[in-house]
């Protein structure tokens, strides 16, 4: 099975920057799709941003273009999520996530999940 570990997340005011990491472990990660997702108290699961291991070709939520970008380092097998410009909106629990192929935003589709990282934007 794939083992997914999220760090990076804290405490913020609104404006500032952080930067979210994924690391992966398990088989192989090649044909795989990892995304990042979030969840506010009270509040479903929602898309965020996906990447592809093999080509780096990107989706984003319109919530967070022009203000995320996700990136993945394969010799690291570490996925990204840089985070600029943060709004209290922001504010939620981050989970990195993978499914086999091709991207969804569809939250039921991923087969493995981290244990998530705490992102709290203060006003």
């Known amino acids: 099975q794939v083992q997914l570990v999220e760090s990076g997340g804290g405490l913020v005011q609104v404006g500032d920057s952080l930067r979210l990491s994924c690391a992966a472990s398990?088989?192989?990660?090649?044909?795989?799709?990892m995304g990042w997702f979030r969840q506010a108290p009270g509040k479903e699961r929602e898309f965020v941003a996906a990447?592809?291991?093999?080509?780096?070709?990107?989706v984003y939520a319109d919530s967070v273009k022009g203000r995320f970008t996700i990136s993945r380092d394969n010799a690291k097998n570490t996925v990204y999520l840089q985070m600029n410009s943060l709004k209290p909106e922001d504010t939620a629990v981050y989970y990195c996530?993978?499914?086999?192929?091709?991207?969804?935003?569809?939250?039921?589709?991923?087969?493995?999940w981290g244990q998530g990282t705490q992102v709290t934007v203060s006003s």
């Open positions: 996530a993978a499914r086999l192929y091709r991207w969804s935003s569809d939250t039921s589709l991923y087969d493995f």
């Open positions: 398990g088989r192989t990660l090649s044909p795989y799709t």
């Open positions: 990447v592809t291991w093999t080509t780096g070709s990107t």
